[in-house]
């Protein structure tokens, strides 16, 4: 509190000072200005002075912290004296002069990638990013393109086979009608038969007697000559039929060239 | 009398030793007993029946069901996180957050404002490692959004991109790698580092299209077509577009960097020292050559 006080009267003397000096020497005021140009240009070098204010400062240090560590805490260069080998290193030299600037003694010309550096990082960018940007634009919309005409092509494609898909249930329905009176018609020609041949017995015969099993196979046969007969008439019915057209067609023709 | 107890008591301080933890008792009920498994409280076979597999703990492997196929060895192939590892995240930061900060003067809005003024805010933290790219400005406060400025992050969409052009201010999206984000996120660490500013690289090629879509305002797309995307989207949201030419602030607005550019006013190769106050730029031919590319 006390050194407060006299502080604030240091300041507030010099102050006044200075303030009475300018009001009583104001035809002189460029004078004073000089002065102090001058007395701030002369560098007193005074080797003892200099020796004196280190051992001064010294005997002040009574942190008995390691030099580098009290270094470190004043934001200046902790090790000014190299004494580890990593003290020599390219990354360790760079971070004092990003940390300590001009102070640390260091060239900042080792900031910059040094040749080796220099050609390892511009191998890898040839590696790492070897395409331009207007060939990875044009890359990249093609690829959406081609996805995009793919996955058209198969909506076409679906779409197409939808339309198509009525006829289909159709088909298969009638399939399966036309199956099933085939095997209803097989189904009552065999029965009629069986009833042919137990008329021709007169009694209830067993289906599965030998007997009739021949007489069945016998009719069967008769019946199958009497299908094929039927089918080899309507073939020729159907020849006929055609043979006639074309004759007609072919009068028609002669026709109209006339 | 009360005297007596009280010399009494003062005595026994002064007797006893320090209270510490091994002469003061454990809190109630924090310390179960040791329940020995001997006659009616577990006694006899000791829970493990009789006979069997369980009392001769000749136990089937855990996950075994009896000769049926596991449930552990049924999916040969669960590709639920497939190329996770891969996929960019860009942490939000919504129109409404934004507004606070510029109006709690945690960012300046008559500069322009990228990823460097949000994070330095302190209130936004980016982390590289996992795979965290940038900036995504969110929807949230779009109705309110009424000042103009110029922004620049990483991911935008269309609302965001019409609020800040009807509020007269300008947005461009653009991409960072990981090792601009790193000098980025901590600017006074990377300059202590004492190396140089490093150049921008280009984005992946799965991005690419969108940093070169005008409709996105991409950093590599075409000016011209950005015009005509903001008078599109003018139309689209039915606003009339504010004209940028006759703003007072139009040098601020329209400040973009190059694509190789990370910090604004900085070219990549300079060596900034904040102990000295000093920029310094290389002179030789070949890094100049390697910084300009």
Redesign the interface.
């Known amino acids: 509190m006390l050194r407060f006080n006299l502080f604030r009267k240091f300041v507030s003397f010099h102050s006044r000072n200075v303030a009475f000096a300018n009001s009583r020497n104001k035809s002189t005021a460029v004078d004073i200005e000089k002065l102090d140009q001058d007395t701030t240009s002369i560098d007193v070098v005074d080797d003892e002075l200099k020796s004196r204010e280190e051992e001064i400062q010294r005997k002040r240090n009574k942190s008995r912290l390691k030099e580098s560590d009290r270094n470190f805490l004043f934001e200046k260069d902790p090790y000014p004296e190299p004494t580890r080998w990593h003290h020599g290193t390219l990354k360790y ?11 640390s003694g260091v060239d ?1 010309a080792i ?3 040094v040749k080796e550096e ?1 050609e390892e ?2 191998e890898y ?1 040839q590696v ?2 070897p ?1 331009t ?1 207007p060939h ?2 044009a ?3 093609r690829k ?1 393109h081609e996805t995009e005409e793919s996955v058209k092509l198969r909506q076409e494609e679906i779409v197409k086979k939808m339309e198509k898909i009525e006829q289909m249930k159709q088909d298969v329905y009638n399939r399966i009608k036309n199956k099933e009176t085939e095997a209803k018609a097989a189904k009552e020609r065999k029965e009629r038969l069986i009833e042919e041949v137990r008329m021709h017995f007169g009694y209830t015969v067993d289906p599965r007697d030998e007997k009739f099993k021949e007489m069945l196979e016998k009719k069967e046969k008769e019946q199958k000559k009497a299908m094929k007969e039927a089918k080899k008439k309507a073939r020729e019915e159907n020849i006929m039929t055609k043979l006639l057209s074309k004759k007609a067609d072919t009068v028609k023709k002669d026709v109209n060239k006339q | 009398m009360g005297s007596n107890t009280t010399e009494k008591a003062l005595s026994m301080l002064r007797f006893l030793p320090r209270v510490c933890l091994s002469n003061i008792r454990p809190h109630p009920n924090s310390r179960i007993r040791d329940k020995r498994g001997r006659g009616q409280h577990g006694g006899d076979k000791h829970g493990c029946g009789n006979k069997g597999s369980g009392q001769r703990q000749n136990y089937m492997r855990l996950g075994y069901e009896t000769g049926n196929n596991p449930f552990y060895l049924r999916f040969p192939h669960e590709p639920y996180y497939q190329r996770h590892h891969l996929r960019r995240e860009y942490p939000p930061v919504s129109l409404l957050q934004l507004l606070k900060f510029i109006e709690l003067n945690r960012i300046d809005h008559t500069k322009p404002i990228d990823l460097v003024s949000v994070v330095n805010t302190g209130l936004y933290k980016l982390l590289p490692d996992q795979r965290q790219y940038g900036i995504q400005l969110t929807d949230e406060g779009a109705d309110v959004f009424n000042l103009k400025i110029n922004i620049e992050v990483q991911y935008a969409t269309e609302v965001v991109i019409a609020a800040i052009e009807k509020a007269g201010g300008v947005i461009t999206t653009a991409y960072y790698d990981q090792h601009s984000l790193q000098c980025m996120l901590n600017t006074k660490k990377f300059f202590e580092r004492g190396v140089p500013i490093p150049k921008r690289m280009m984005p992946p090629p799965d991005a690419i299209e969108y940093y070169s879509d005008p409709a996105k305002r991409g950093y590599l797309a075409d000016p011209d077509k950005i015009s005509e995307e903001r008078l599109v989207l003018a139309q689209k949201y039915g606003y009339s577009l504010p004209e940028i030419e006759k703003d007072p602030s139009y040098d601020m607005l329209t400040e973009r960097k190059d694509p190789r550019q990370i910090f604004y006013g900085l070219h990549p190769g300079w060596v900034v020292n904040l102990r000295d106050k000093a920029i310094l730029k290389p002179q030789d031919e070949e890094l100049l050559k390697y910084y300009a590319n």
């Not at chain 1, 030299?93 to 102070?103: K, Q, S, T, V």
């Open positions: 030299m760079r971070r004092l002069y990003g940390r300590y600037g001009e102070a900042p900031c910059w990638p220099l990082a511009i960018e790492a990013y395409f940007i990875m634009i890359e990249a919309k959406r």
